[in-house]
């Protein structure tokens, strides 16, 4: 009986492997494939969305030119010796299944970020960049290529993380190109067999995300708007738990995932238990965290097979984006690399980590937990106490409910009790929220700057978020602006709660004023409890 994990096996059939070895003599027909494939590539220079920007219109033609070099010199010198690489056609369920959950993420997301759609047809390119130069390395390596949907779900799982503005768009070909290169050559023995020993899409995302924090070019990419979106669709957490069994079903990776949750919860509860406020700002786990510990860490090729190997991988998963978290913070990078860091070390313990567990005792309590309990079921055992876990997540308010670190009232009381971080994530919310339009927002930010309390003092700085206060019709904000002495104070108007309550979600433009000061004070805003006419 042919199972998931036998077709997922990285050669070809004993068939067809002696099939490829009867070919003899020089076959052009091979090369119409990556010849058709470049050459779609290069039509999308021809795209609006495309020739919009015409460093991304180079890009495009970069990456083609590139690969049809590529092609003419391999057919040279396949000509030459008279030798031919072919493909065959294996279709593994790992890879297509991931797609699928893949796209439904990007369907959703994009509805209500709509940068996601305008993405799509680069994501495309990408797509068959990917397959040609997957292919032209496997014959330049001297092997036939195992034709599947392998580039696709790697593609799509980069793209879900992180991608490069129009302008730098030409680093993003870049990046595919390391990661399956990573594929290609990083690769060690496991289990009898050659394998590759990180996950491409994490390989690539992993190095990447080391050098734009060391050259601090993160504003040379979409990486935060796209950690910050996600929550733009309602109920994230459900839909990506909804989506994320589908792969739990099929690969066996709920240990990992589940145990990756619970280690989050676990250490941002003792956290906020200890210092009085919320590790992560937004959430307990924050969603697009949420994301990777179920599309990015949870490769079944790259992550341990036994039960308790897959418990300690998840549980380390969840200790190192916590630690890299507070790393990142401290050095002054952007926290979303968290959980992207981490995933390459983690592929590199694989082999020690089954070792570890396969070494202990059968009759020891640690390796008590048998890979055949349940008839061969244990999987849906675990999918049964993970689908539990996340009820009670969800009851608590740990998922899509309303998160302590949501309330901006709370983090001014966090700030006067100088708090850990209190101030700095003051300082944090109001700076984005300002940058949404909250007039009142940027007026506290002047008033801070003006202060030099909580942060250092600058007057220009100051003057220029009053001045913004002021355009946005706020009026201490104008009363501010013109005269330095002043340090002038209002409650947030109905147009700025609009802003300052959406929790990371949609702004509240349709939501009813009666029901928005229900909101507000349940948010802490205690003016609000007396309802839109009194407030």
């Given amino acids: 009986m042919t199972t998931i994990r036998d077709i997922g096996r990285d050669k070809p059939s004993p068939h067809r492997a002696s099939t490829a070895k009867k070919q003899t003599g020089f076959s052009a027909i091979h090369f119409r494939l ?43 010198q396949m000509q030459r010796k008279q030798v031919t690489h072919g493909f065959y056609i294996l279709l593994r369920p790992q890879h297509y299944v991931q797609a699928m959950v893949q796209t439904s993420v990007y369907l959703y997301w994009g509805y209500y970020w709509h940068p996601v759609y305008e993405h799509l047809w680069l994501i495309i390119a990408q797509i068959l960049f990917a397959y040609s ?46 990661g399956f290169m990573g594929k290609e ?11 590759h020993i990180f996950n491409p899409s994490a390989f690539a995302l992993g190095i990447f995300s080391l050098l734009l924090i060391a050259t601090d070019t993160t504003t040379l990419t979409w990486g935060q708007e796209i950690a910050s979106t996600l ?30 949750a619970i280690t989050l919860i676990g250490f941002s509860a003792l956290y906020s238990t200890m210092a009085g406020v919320p590790y992560f700002l937004d959430s307990d786990i924050p969603a697009a965290v949420f ?36 790393i990142l913070g401290a050095m002054g990078a952007p926290t979303f690399y968290d959980k992207l860091l981490c995933v390459p070390l983690l592929n590199l313990s694989v082999i020690a980590i089954d070792r570890l567990v396969r070494s202990v005792s059968s009759t020891t309590l640690i390796n008590v937990w048998k890979e055949n309990w349940l008839s061969g079921r244990g999987n849906l055992a675990h999918m049964g106490v993970w689908v539990l876990l996340f009820g009670i997540m969800s009851i608590m308010g740990k998922t899509d409910g309303k998160h302590t670190g949501d309330s901006l009232p709370f983090w001014q009381q966090a700030c006067e009790q100088d708090l850990s971080s209190g101030c700095q994530r003051l300082l944090q919310l109001e700076s984005t929220y300002c940058g949404d339009n909250a007039a009142w927002a940027c007026n506290e930010l002047g008033i801070h700057y003006r202060e030099g309390s909580i942060v250092e ?36 108007k109905e147009l700025d709660l609009r802003l300052l309550l959406r929790e990371g979600g949609q702004n509240l433009m349709e939501l009813g004023a009666d029901q928005l000061y229900v909101r507000a004070c349940d948010h802490g805003w205690n003016f609000a409890c007396n309802g839109p006419s009194r407030g």
């Fill in 34 to 76: 990556p010849l058709a494939l470049t050459l779609l590539l290069l039509s999308f220079s021809f795209l609006p969305r495309v020739q919009s920007n015409l460093a991304l219109e180079v890009s495009i033609w970069g990456a083609a030119g590139a690969l049809l070099l590529w092609l003419g010199f391999l057919y040279l």
């Fill in 457 to 492: 003092a600058d007057q220009t700085l100051s003057l220029a978020y009053f001045s913004r206060a002021c355009e946005l019709r706020f009026k201490p904000g104008c009363v501010n602006l013109l005269d330095v002495r002043q340090l002038a104070k209002a409650n947030p």
């Fill in 185 to 195: 050559y990083v690769r060690w023995h496991r289990e009898g067999r050659s394998v």
């Fill in 133 to 178: 130069f997957d292919m032209l390395l496997a014959w330049s390596r001297k092997r036939d290529y195992t034709l599947g949907f392998g580039p696709v779900p790697i593609i799509l799982s980069v793209n879900l993380f992180l991608w490069f503005r129009d302008d730098w768009f030409y680093l993003q070909f870049l990046m595919i190109a390391i």
């Fill in 231 to 260: 929550t733009l669709a309602p109920n994230i957490y459900t839909f990506l738990f909804l989506v994320g069994l589908v792969v739990m079903y099929f690969f066996s990776i709920t240990l990992v995932a589940g145990m990756a």
């Fill in 291 to 326: 994301l990777g510990l179920h599309l990015l860490v949870t490769d079944p090729s790259t992550s341990p097979r036994t039960p308790l190997g897959k418990l300690f991988f998840g549980l380390l998963y969840g200790l190192g984006v916590f630690v890299l978290y507070t």
